[in-house]
Nanobody, 121 residues
Framework: QVHVVESGGGLVQSGGSLRLSCTAS????????MGWYRHGPGSQREKVAD???????NYADSVKGRFTISRDNDKNAVYLQMDSLKPEDTAVYYC???????????????WGQGTQVTVSS
């Protein structure tokens, strides 16, 4: 069994910053990709950023230059530093881990329960 848990959401004023954290625990052989997604009011879930085991990073155009993703492979953790926040960044932010539980097991995808980020204008 694998558990993915996010933390760090909250309420912040426009222009402010928040840092999200996510940790995966349980039966984990290796985590390939860890990423952040968000689901805002009246919108579809979108990928915000992800980072591979090697450190390759992708960002959504809407957050480039404002958000920074990082990862600690020893802790099975991923972080999202969010600066210059805008009201349109308001959403529930979810962490996703793509991993193998055992050396020759299937490639699996696990989601956290989400953490609310609200940016006031």
């Amino acid at each position: 069994q694998v558990h993915v848990v996010e933390s760090g959401g909250g309420l912040v004023q426009s222009g402010g910053s928040l840092r999200l954290s996510c940790t995966a625990s349980g039966n984990i052989f290796a985590i390939n990709v860890m990423g952040w997604y968000r689901h805002g009011p009246g919108s579809q879930r979108e990928k915000v950023a992800d980072i591979t085991m090697r450190g390759d990073i992708n960002y959504a155009d809407s957050v480039k230059g404002r958000f920074t993703i990082s990862r600690d492979n020893d802790k099975n953790a991923v972080y999202l530093q969010m600066d210059s926040l805008k009201p349109e960044d308001t959403a529930v932010y979810y962490c996703k881990a793509d991993l193998w539980q055992y050396r020759y097991s299937d490639y699996e995808h696990y989601w956290g329960q989400g953490t609310q980020v609200t940016v006031s204008s």
